[in-house]
Structures are given as C-alpha cells and as structure tokens.
C-alpha cells in the first residue's frame, strides 16, 4: 500500500451563535407602593385627600367688617363673610377650604354672592314761619345715613334734597352720616303740603334709599 502526502483541508474558525439570556423588566415602583409591599398584611392606609366644598348656607349675604371662622367638626365650618375685596362688592365670589392635604377646587357649590347692604335715612323735621307776601322760604335740611346692614354711618356719599319736585340743594355726609345743606324753596310748595324728601342714589356695595321729612310752621 502505497502512502502518499496528506493534506488537511481546514475551513474558517467560526465561533458558536451567542445565546441571550432575557429577562423581563420589572417595572419601576413608586415609593408608595414600595412601602405597601412592606406593609403587614390585614393592615390598611389612609389617605390625606384634599377638601371638597359641598354647600354653602346661606349662599348670599352683605359684606362685613371682619372675617373669622370656626370649625365645628369634620364635615363643617361656620364662617363670617369678610369685606368685599373690591369697591364693586355685589356679585359672585369662590369660597375654598384649605387644609395639610391641598386647597378645594372651586365650583358652584362652593360659590357665595355679595349682596348691596340696605340703607337708611332719618330726616330731621323743619320748622318754619312764613310772613305775608313772602314768595319764598329759606330751608335748613339735615338727615343721616346710615348702612342699616352693618349698622354704622356711611360717610362721603352725596344726599339730594327736594321739596315736591323742586331740588333744594345737594350734600355729602360726614363721618357721622349726617348731611346737612340748605336753599330757598317757593311758598306754594311749602303750603300744598308738598313736603321735604332725602335721597341716596346708591353705590356699588349699598341700595339706594329715599325718606320725607317733615315741614312745620312755626
């Protein structure tokens, strides 16, 4: 037997296909859920959850001179409204509650609507003396306002006197409410029994108001 050369005939090296190992992500846990998976079992969490206004009674009323509140127990508070935030104090406003947990969100339930205060006036009578052929009488007027709401003077708000429908003269109360002005008024009007009237107009917190007075010869 006869034995020639041999020749090994080798191919490229190639390495075995890798293999991957896959796991499945685990998701993220908050921190909560962190410590409830550390909680005892057959133990229970509670949550702070933020206020709800659920009703407002009475839902309208003036504006006063303070604010305060008090809480009656969990479900309930008794508030006094405060002043109006603005000159125009009429209208709507949002009441919210806030406590640790957060602020209530706004919403109809929770809505309260300044109302205009009522107003007052008291004339002060006038007595007077009219002589023969006199065509005209000079009248000293005088009345207070007063806010019959918050039960105070409302001062620097103008006051118009008239005597039927002839206007008399205009003041601006004091600090007290008073109002005082005075002019001349025919004859005839004072003898038809006309008599005096006082009048406020109105502002944007209060009603307007109107009252007669008396007029007395002397």
């Known amino acids: 037997m006869t034995s020639g050369p041999f020749h090994e005939r080798r191919g490229p090296c190639r390495r075995p296909p890798a293999t991957a190992l896959l796991r499945p992500a685990r998701p993220r846990r908050r921190r909560a859920d962190r410590r409830a998976a550390h909680r ?23 504006a006063g001179p303070a604010a305060s509140f008090t ?3 969990d479900g309930r508070i008794t508030a006094t409204a405060p002043a ?6 009429a209208g709507p406003v949002d009441i919210t509650v806030t406590t640790p ?6 919403g ?3 809505r ?9 006036l008291a004339p002060d009578p006038v007595l ?31 006051v118009t006197f008239k005597v039927g429908s002839t206007a008399v003269c205009t003041a601006t109360t ?9 002019g001349l008024v025919p004859v005839v009007s004072v003898l038809l029994g006309l008599g005096c009237t006082a009048a406020y107009s109105s502002s944007p917190s209060l009603e307007p108001t109107a009252a007669a007075g008396l007029l007395r010869q002397g």
């Open 128 to 158: 007077l003396s009219i002589g023969p052929g006199q065509l005209g009488v000079h009248l000293g007027l005088s009345v207070v306002l007063t806010d019959a709401t918050a039960h105070r003077p409302v001062p620097g708000v103008a």
């Open 71 to 73: 809480v009656d127990d």
């Open 101 to 106: 947990s957060g602020t209530s969100t706004t």
């Open 40 to 62: 005892p079992a057959g133990s229970y969490a509670y949550q702070r959850l933020a206020p709800t206004v659920t009703a407002l009674t009475p839902d309208r009323g003036p």
């Open 174 to 182: 004091r600090a007290d409410g008073t109002a005082a002005c005075s």
């Open 112 to 120: 309260y609507a300044y109302t205009r205060g009522t107003t007052q």
């Open 84 to 89: 109006a935030p603005a000159a125009s104090a």
């Open 108 to 110: 109809p339930a929770g």
